[in-house]
T-cell receptor, first 116, second 110 residues
Framework: KAGVTQTPRYLIKTRGQQVTLSCSPI?????VSWYQQTPGQGLQFLFE???????NKGNFPGRFSGRQFSNSRSEMNVSTLELGDSALYLC???????????????FGPGTRLTVL | KQEVTQIPAALSVPEGENLVLNCSFT??????LQWFRQDPGKGLTSLLL?????REQTSGRLNASLDKSSGRSTLYIAASQPGDSATYLC?????????FGAGTRLTVKP
């Protein structure tokens, strides 16, 4: 089974621009979660989508948004980029982790975003 | 406020040693705890997941324990190998919220 894939792997943007990151989950997985990882704040939960609906959301400003398509693929969008948005953005998929917490999450390799 | 704390932040050991990584959490309400491994510039690989009703899980040379009453989990690595070098993160899940520790960076020297 193919793993979680994320595109692009690396991205350089300037302040004020917007960016869209893509995540394709493992086939059959219906839940996709997004995380931001920075040296200062560590790994922080952004949001989780299940069956095209945002089910959970972390403590991030509205500039961070996402969506999920009918094939479970998910996109994350960050508008009006700030220098502090530079981070590794990870997505993870599972069959259904937030309805019981029994499922292991499988992570993609991440997208390294640099904001100049 | 750091809800999940991992000690030590970094650890360097010679090959073959047994070692313990620690994870503590301030809120004892927990549904499960998961240990991950992260290689430089890569995503996370799940190692072990312990449900709140369990006390430990084992996979190969890895053993993770969970003590909810004291708010602690440990990851025991037996007979460490250079290939074990990575950052190890623990994550506590409860009430639709997952919180990660900052990780322990492990180096196993040949």
């Amino acid at each position: 089974k193919a793993g979680v894939t994320q595109t692009p792997r690396y991205l350089i943007k300037t302040r004020g621009q917007q960016v869209t990151l893509s995540c394709s989950p493992i086939s059959g997985h219906r839940s996709v979660s997004w995380y931001q990882q920075t040296p200062g704040q560590g790994l922080q939960f952004l949001f989780e989508y299940f069956s095209e609906t945002q089910r959970n959301k972390g403590n991030f400003p509205g500039r961070f948004s996402g969506r999920q398509f009918s094939n479970s693929r998910s996109e994350m969008n960050v508008s009006t980029l700030e220098l502090g948005d530079s981070a590794l953005y990870l997505c993870a998929s599972s069959w259904n982790p937030f309805a019981g917490g029994t499922d292991t999450q499988y992570f993609g390799p991440g997208t390294r975003l640099t904001v100049l | 406020k750091q809800e999940v704390t991992q000690i030590p932040a970094a650890l360097s050991v010679p090959e073959g040693e047994n070692l313990v990584l620690n994870c503590s959490f301030t809120d004892s309400a927990i549904y499960n705890l998961q240990w991950f491994r992260q290689d430089p510039g890569k995503g996370l690989t799940s190692l072990l997941l312990i449900q709140s009703s369990q006390r430990e899980q084992t996979s190969g040379r890895l053993n993770a324990s969970l003590d909810k009453s004291s708010g602690r989990s440990t990851l025991y690595i037996a007979a460490s190998q250079p290939g074990d070098s990575a950052t190890y993160l623990c994550a506590k899940y409860n009430n639709n919220d997952m919180r990660f520790g900052a990780g322990t960076r492990l180096t196993v020297k040949p």
